[in-house]
Structures are given as C-alpha cells and as structure tokens.
C-alpha cells in the first residue's frame, strides 16, 4: 500500500528525530526556556530576516490558530477569513469557543480577495448599525491555502494594503508553509514574514513530530503571551522538544529540502495524472493534488493506494486529493502511477 | 413629526404603565420570586396552553438569546440560522461570545427552510470529518422574521419535524410576536407555543417598557435557569417590575390589543403607499412595512416624518421601512399618507 | 407588616415614578442615543466634577459588575476582591463565565485593606512561576460595603496609592452608594469619582426601578464599550428609560436627599435597638443595620415585620440586617421598635 | 552538575524513546484513530480493571484539567479543590477561561478532607441565597498532592463517599501517578480506577516525551469528548504519537518500574539528608523530597546540583525541593549527599 492521504501520516523526519534522540537525555529547564529553544528562535528569526522578531513554539495547529487570534482581537471582534477556512469549517468552533465570530467571506480557488475585505470593511463602516455588529477586527489566511493554491505577492501585497489602510492584522496559517515556499520563486519566507503581522511556520505537517512556530516582527500585538499559551493549555513542559524540531528544520536548510521534495513529488504525480487524460480538480502547484475521477478507478486505486475524496462520492466521478510529504517515495508515487 | 422608526421608540402602553404606577409602592421579595411573577406565569401558561410549562421573565431580547441558546446548546454545538437572523447579524457577537457558532443558512423573504435544515444536518452527519465540525444543535427563527414575514403552519410544522426527527430544539424569537398574531389568521399563541420548544413572547417592542418573557412547554431543556439567567447579568432585582407588566398584558388581552391596533395601522398604511403607486420592498403582512422609494421623495417625506432607510442609500431609489406600535394614530398615517 | 429586607422591595421614588409617566408618550431613538441619557450623562458629570469623563447607563449590579470588569481586565487577569466581595459570592460565577478569577483578599469589617493588595502584587512579582499564575490586575472594592461599612479617605487613598504604584485600575461598586455618601461627611461623590478609575452610581437599590450609571473619569479605560455592553445583553432597547430615571435622580438633588432619608431612618432604628440594650453585629453607619437578636425576639418579631438573618440561624441568638431606604417611614420604626 | 529541579527536564524514557523511533516511517490515520492508541487504550483499560471503560490521549496537564472540568461541569458549577491545588494557583486561570470557578477549600498536607467537602456543599445547600451562588460541582484532588504527599484508602473512600452522596464526579489529577502507585502499597492503579470517576495517567513526567492519559470507568460522563479535545486545540494530528508512548509505558510493566525506580532514589535522598539531621518540611512518600536548609547550605550545594527553592527565600533556613525521575541515578543521589 502506498500513502497519500495526508501530510501528517507518519513520524517526524529521520534528521528530527535524531536529534531528539541525541538530546534524549540532556538536562533542560522546562516551558521553552532552555537554549535549544534560544536557538530556535534565533534560527527562525534570521531565517525570517526579522531580528529584532519574536517567536514562539506551540503544539499543534488549531491550537495556534485559537491562541493568536484569541490575543490578536478584541472583545466584539471577529476574524475575516474565507467560507472554506481551516478556522471556519474544521476547528470544531475553537474560535467562536474563545469568544470571536469568523466573518467568512467569499473564497475564489481557496483564497480571500482583498476587494472583498476592502468592500466588508467599508460596508461595516457605513452601517448606522454597525456599533451592534461584530467588527471586523484581523484577517487570516492560509499559505498555502486548504486547496493547495498559492496567493501571488501582488495578491498578497494588496491585503497587506487593505489591512493596513484599516489598522488591521493580517495573519497567515502557515501549516504547510515549507510546501508553499518551495513551490513558488515568488515569495520567499521573508517576505512571508514581511508582508503580514503574525504567521506561523508549520511544523506537524512539514516534517516535525509536532510544533508550530509563531513568528512576529511586531512582537508588541502579542503581548504576555507566554501566560496565555499556558492558559489555554498550549505551553509543553518539555518544551525544548520543540526547540531541537525546529533547530533540526532551520540549521542546515532541512525545512526547505523537505518542502522541494514534497513539491517534486507532487509535480511527477500531476503529471502523471495529467499525461493519462485526467482533470485536475483544481489547478494546485504544492503537495495538494485534487484530480476528478471515475468512481470505479477511485475503487480499483484504493487496493494500492490509500488517500481521501474530497467531499461526497458523486453519481459518476468524485474529486479526490493525494498529498505528498517528506517520506514520500519515487517508488509510492511510480505504484501509484502505475495502477491509473 | 411623525415617528415609523422603530417600536421601541416610546415607553410603554398607558395600561401596562399604570399598573406599574399602581403597584409602585408596595413591597415585595425581590428577584421574581413575587406574587406578580407568579400571577403572570399561570397567565402566559393558560393563554400559551401548556399549564404544565415554564416561563422566565428577563429584559431584553438580545440577552433572551444569549441566555436560551447558551443554555439549550452544548459544547461544540452551533446554532442554525438565516443569514439575516437578528442573532447572526445585530447583537454584537453576544452568542460567540458566549461560546457558539450561528451556522448562518439561507434565507427566503426572511425566513428558513426545512428543507435547508434537513440538507445541513445530513451533510454534517455524512461527513467523515464532522467530529472536527461545529455540530448543528439548534434552530433559531423568528416569527415574525426580520422583514415582517410570518411562517405558514406547513412551513413552521416542517421544521418542527426536522428538528425532531434529529432531536434537537427549535427556538423562537418573538420580539414582534403580537404583531405575527395579530396579522395571521393561521397561527394562535396556542400554535406557537406547541410548534418550537422554547420560545419568547416580545414585551419591549409590544407595549411593555421593557422584559421578554421565555416559554417553554417542555421544562426540563431549561435546567437551573434561574442561575443561568443571573450569571448573565440578566436577572432584575426588582422582578416584580417585569411580573406587573406581563400580567398587565395578558390579564385582559391587552397583548392581543396592542398586536390588532399595530396591525390595523400598518395595512392602512400600506394600502395607502400601494394606492399611490408604490411598490413594496418585501410584502410584509406585519407592523413593518417595507417600500422602495424615490430618494427625492424620501427626502421630502423625512421632512414630516421619521423612519429608517433599510440598508445604504442608492442611486435613485432606495428601500425604507416604515413600523407602527401602539402608540401610532391615525392621525400619523394621515399625515405620512398626505405628505407622500 | 413593616419591611427590612432589602432595599430592592419597592418600586421607584415617586419623583422618578413621575418622570417615567410624564416622559411616557414620547418618541426617542433607541439605545440610549437620546436626549434624556445625554441629560443624564451631563448632570453626573457635572456631579462627579469631571466634566472630561465618560457614563454608560447600564440594568443591574451584577451585570455592570461583569461588563466593566470583562473590559478593564486582560486575558489571564484576576480581580482583587475580599473574599466576602459581591463578586466574589452571590454573582452565580458571572466573573468566572467572562473568564477571570476573582483573587479573594482577606476582609476586615468587610473592607479590603491597601497592605493586603500590595502584599499580594509583590508575591506575584516575586514569584518567579508568576507567568503561570493569575496576574493581578485591577482592585474591586464596594462602598458602602456587604456590610454596610465605610472605607475612610485615608483607606481609600492609600488603595489608590498602591493601583498607581502598579497602574492597574481600581473599581467601586457603588450599589448602595448613596447611603454611602449620605452617611458620610468625610467623602463626597467627586472624592469617589476622583479617588477610583470606575465606579458605578446605583440606582436600583437607591430610588430607580432599576438602572446603575458607570462613571469614569478615564473614558480611555473603556474603549468600544457600546458594544461591550450590548454584547453582554445589557443594552436597553428603551435606553431612555435610564437617562429619564438618572435625570430626575439628579436634577434636583433627589439622589441626595434619598440617600440622607435612607440614614436618617437607619440611625433612628440603630438608636432603638441600642437603647433596647441590643447589641450590633456590626458598627454600620449606612442603610444596613445589623444586630444580634435572641432567636425568640427573632419569632416575635417576624410577626410584625420582614426582615432577613445574615448567615444560618444559630443555636441561641443570631445576627439579623434591617434595611431602610426611600420608602421606609418613622411609623415603620416606630413599629419595628415597639415590638422589640 | 547533578539535576533535581523537576521530573520535565529530560527527554522519554529510552524504552519509549526507541518505540518511537521504530515505529517512526509507519503510515497511520491521524487524531488518535490509529491502532497505536487503539492498543494503548486496551493496556490502559485492563491494567486500571475496567474493560468498560474509556481512554483519551492528550497532551499535556494543565490542558488535560482544562477539558476534562469543562465537560464535568455544567455553567455556573465550580470545581472544589485545595487552596494549593495546580489549578487554583499554576494553570494561569484555565479554568476560569473556560468559564469556571474553583472553589478552594483548606489543605492539610496538600490534601482535601472529605468533612471539608461536605460541608461545603451542606452550607451550599442550606443557603436560601444559593442559586445565587457558584454550584459546588465536582471534586478535583491530585494523586500524589503537589506536596509529594499521598491519600490513604480511607481518605479517599471517605472522598468518594461525599461525592456519592451529593452526585458529583471526583476527578483525580495523576501527573505524578507513577511515583504515588510505586511509594505506597496501599491503593493500586485499580484502586484509583474505581474510587474516581475519571482520572489521568501522566505521561509527561512519568517517563513520556509528552502525554496524559485520561482515563474513566463511566464513560456517559465524557460525552462527544473527541470534538470537545479538538475545540480546545488538544487534539493532536500525529495521535499515534500518544498511542505508541503509552503502549511502551503500560505494555510491559515499564510505568511501573519508572515510579519505582524513582521512590528508589527519592528514600535514598530522603534517608541521606535525615542521617545527616536535616529535617524536612514536609514527610513526602513520593518522588518529591522537601527539605529546610540553611541559607550557606543551600548556596554551597547549588554549586553541584540544581534544585528549587520551594517559595521566596527566607532569612536563615529556606525550604527546597529535590525531585527524582526515570533518570535519576545512584551516582546523582551519591555526588548530592557528598556535597552536603
């Protein structure tokens, strides 16, 4: 059987984990206050072009998600983000459970316009009523987005503008940045990091165990934040373990190694699939590929392969999704190929 | 000047303000635990026809909502809902921020359908991934709606049976109910009260200076309310003060009064605007009437008379909305009529 | 019967009363946008000596007590309390369902001392686990307190002294503040409304059916609180019912005159009791008495009068409170003490 | 240097570091649903005796309290607990986000009393002023304290008692379990199964990397607690994770031999202060040791070994913490005691 159901599948990549295992059994003090964590930071931020940043080492996804934008909006505030959102459809309501509505917006291939935050905004500033609504108060977004696309830098320059006009933060879901990064020449992780407020670099889906790395160059829109980690249960005792993750993923170029892996793994799966008569779903250049296909070639793939449909089983064909990661093979993705 | 904005622009009906005047000096315990609030009760429970029911006094219906549906919802549940649902769009976030999504669904002149309830639930119900979801716990409508519609029996009997088929509670928002009541021949007070499982009878916008009174013909989906409603910041000290109102609008029809000389004006007013050649925004058969207006003409007409624009103000034309209450005359109507 | 319970028994002062059925007929805008509330607004301030502070008219004590304490407070902020503190007790956890502890302080004659607050900072800032604790970060105090005792100016200063010294705001519930200030030469309402950051004037338990002014002198400690409050579900669609109570309060001195009755007729009734060789259970010189009566003077006199024991009733004797307010006459001492 | 500070500082347990190495290329579904935690769910439910039970893998323990008092509690509950417990002093206001009060009661030794609790929940209930009050809804205890001590069987049966009297749950905070279960033959991991109602195993300091597992003999009181894991950002992508740590710890005995393991060297530290006539402050059974030192002892022993002050320093003698764990060694408690 070959995998291609998602990106978090198996453990971290050979290169993290030994290094967890090489530390195993160093003393550290705990809650991320040890140096491997110091180092982390330092790595992040340099590698961000933002030294004078801040960083700060969560769990998981949802998780950040709920604890930055819990710190970024004010009561009555609610977060702008596209309908298809990873915070609006699939976080189980962790937003709205801290308080704050996602305001949804229309999504155009997975990703929110700036038109369409510009006119939210200006319609609710417009309002009479406005003072009994919910203000319109961050925007996220993901990089990549749930269906795999990428903002162009213009697109995303233009909702830097938006944000800014307003006095807004933009804030970018960066679950699987290291795919989105080595996709596209266009934008680099600094200007990632440059062009929004707050984002954070995946680590669960890229190539970690567990760990996500909030990253700011206004580390003044987060302020105590360390207690309010801790108090929404995100702060991990043996928090160096995130620590020697991340300084595995950004000492020696890895995070990028994986992500230019995955992509090239995904690109010989395209066009694969492309080269045999099939339709992508969507047009994805990261390690999301959504193609269409017959019923009956979804059953026969499911003997070798394992992966998801996306969404319901159509009558006749069904759009499905194939995802690669750091341990996809030449060979997994040959198996897979061959059994089109 | 005449008023149409609102009908929460005067005090109370001359009736419900004399009992208050009446009852003002006496003494009573506090908190609703009262001889007024008990009177009341068994008069909303007889007229409600569920004399083994319950009811709760509180002030407002923003603060109704959030207390209901924080109480009828668990966990992770979200509360469904038309997009232009009062609780989705104009109470500043108040069921987030206690903790819940509104799973905004389409809405048709205002209103909510089965069918589209059903839809949602099954879609949540056959995804793989709903346990990720915020699940869909609750309904919310309002009778009348937003835009001054009413249900159809038909129409409110098949979202009850949705609502039962999946076991969870259907809740309505009657901040206008006298006015649903009096203008429909279709639905009584009785039918109301036995089509939803919780529902509110509206005071502030029908006579009273102020208080809602929540009814349910099933008690036990109200547990511990009492400290519900005072964690909310949402129970009155003085109780009595909604027990006297309420018994004052039910001990002798003067809810039914108010709702029938609302009504009475409103379709004069409407005939009037349809006389001369106006078209309606929406077709309301409720005290909000809704036309589309020349802007010249609203211009000259704000001169005399006072009333909102529904929504931005447009090039040529633009929807207004025109309310009675208790307090409108003849006289006003002849005067807004004269002046169109 | 003759009446002790509460202050919260009766309805309006007749002169409130008045204004409401005066004022009835009238068309407002909704919201407390109106007229009436801007009066209201004025003539506190003018009261306070604050001419550059900010009022907000809110329903009731618990409620203000969450809205502005919700705002003031960050995340992971707790509020300074004595363990006896309103908010502390007999709020149902509306502090704690907002989000925040409420840190108990010991009390002394129900008052919080400004030794205790510091004691407790310093502990904090001291702490080097303080990040995983509850950050201090306001003080509530009430004046007159649970007890019905005053806080001398040299207390309250120094209070003052230690929230400057920390910056972090100090709070005054004044429910009962006009017995407070009518009991009390040493301080006046511009020596609270200078000497706090927020406080509130209440109406409720002083004079009105209901309604309480929040009052600061730093209208930048509650930014966006419109929207706070109509989010908590504590706007008043009427909101002029407020203003036009608040008015009569304070156009005339009304407020003052309440609270000086109110005294006059608590001192009448302490002098009784003491004459009677009865002793306090308290030295209150406030609108609350409390004594220590023999559980069968207890009976008898529950014959003729309502009144309440403070705390479980004990094996021989147990403290009772006997308050007075606007409608409290000397035939109603002159009953109470006769039966003694 | 030699290490004391906390049972956090090191790395996994080598027995469950290689498991998840080994397993680390092994494809699995995500969130918890693999086999892995299938397993650990199986070992975890027939080492506790109750096959009828139900197991939830989450992360870490201040997150592990946060949501398993959430779903315990109904609104306007409190949670009782010592003035000392972990939640009430270290978890930054966790349970107060969420909503709820802790209600502290007195400590002695670190433990609840079960007469404590009882009339607590007696005064509760006698009080006419009750429903205005926080609800007395659950008991939390720690097993072993956070004072290193134990509850005997009586103590706890007698716990259990009140609990079963008044129909609350007892929730049994086990971040330290392994080093209550090795010190003590009285209560054996079963015992504690039965006596609570839901309780949790810690992985974190008890050998794991990361992890608590949760763990009760009547799972009804855990409703639909996979989404509410999710909604609190405790859901973990990579669950397996958990599975495959807990499956090391329970398959083999190894839980067991970590707590003893560290009781070993925790008498040995015990027995070797004693014998050189330091007293300790406080008689702990477990893997923490607490002893008074004086000042110069303690600057002269920090030059070898790393521990904690157990609160501020005082003039002459300070009490400090010395804890043991999975990597403490003969040589660790040898190079300490030499120094002293």
Request: with cysteine.
């Amino acid at each position: 059987m070959v995998y291609f159901d998602s990106d978090y599948m198996v453990g971290a990549h050979p290169e993290v984990m030994h290094r967890l295992v090489e530390t195993n059994g160093l003393h550290t003090v705990g809650y991320g206050c040890d140096e491997f964590t110091a180092k982390a930071r330092e790595l992040i931020l340099q590698a961000c072009g933002i030294p004078a940043g801040e960083v700060y080492l969560l769990e998981g996804g949802t998780q950040t998600n709920a604890v930055v934008i819990d710190r970024l909006l004010d009561h009555n505030d609610g977060v702008m983000a596209t309908e298809t959102a990873h915070i609006n459809v699939h976080e189980s309501g962790a937003i709205e459970a801290n308080g704050h509505k996602v305001l949804a917006l229309p999504e155009h291939e997975g990703k929110l316009r700036a038109d369409d935050i510009r006119a939210y905004i200006r319609d609710y500033n417009d309002d009479d009523t406005r003072l009994h609504k919910v203000r319109p108060g961050m925007v996220y977004i993901s990089y990549p987005t749930e269906l795999g696309t990428l903002y162009t830098r213009r697109e995303l320059e233009a909702i830097k503008e938006v944000c800014g006009e307003y006095g807004i933060p933009l804030y970018i879901d960066g679950a699987r940045l290291a795919y989105g990064l080595a996709a596209n020449g266009e934008l680099t992780l600094r200007d990632i990091a440059s062009l929004c407020d707050v984002f954070y670099i995946g680590g669960t889906k890229c190539g970690a165990l567990f760990g996500e790395a909030v990253v700011t160059r206004r580390p003044e829109l987060l302020p105590r934040f360390f207690s309010l980690i801790k108090l929404h249960g995100a702060l991990l005792a043996k928090g160096r373990l995130l620590g020697v993750q991340f300084c595995a993923l950004f000492a020696d170029g890895l995070y990028e190694r994986i992500g230019k892996h995955a992509i090239a793994m995904a690109i010989k799966l395209k066009s694969g699939f492309i080269a045999k008569g099939y339709r992508p779903f969507i047009d994805s250049p990261t390690n999301q590929q959504f193609f269409i296909l017959p019923n009956e070639k979804i059953d026969s793939l499911k003997e070798v392969a394992s992966f998801e449909l996306w969404g319901p089983r159509c009558e006749k064909e069904t759009p499905v999704r194939f995802v690669t990661d750091w341990a996809t093979t030449e060979e997994d993705i040959a198996t897979l190929l061959s059994s089109l």
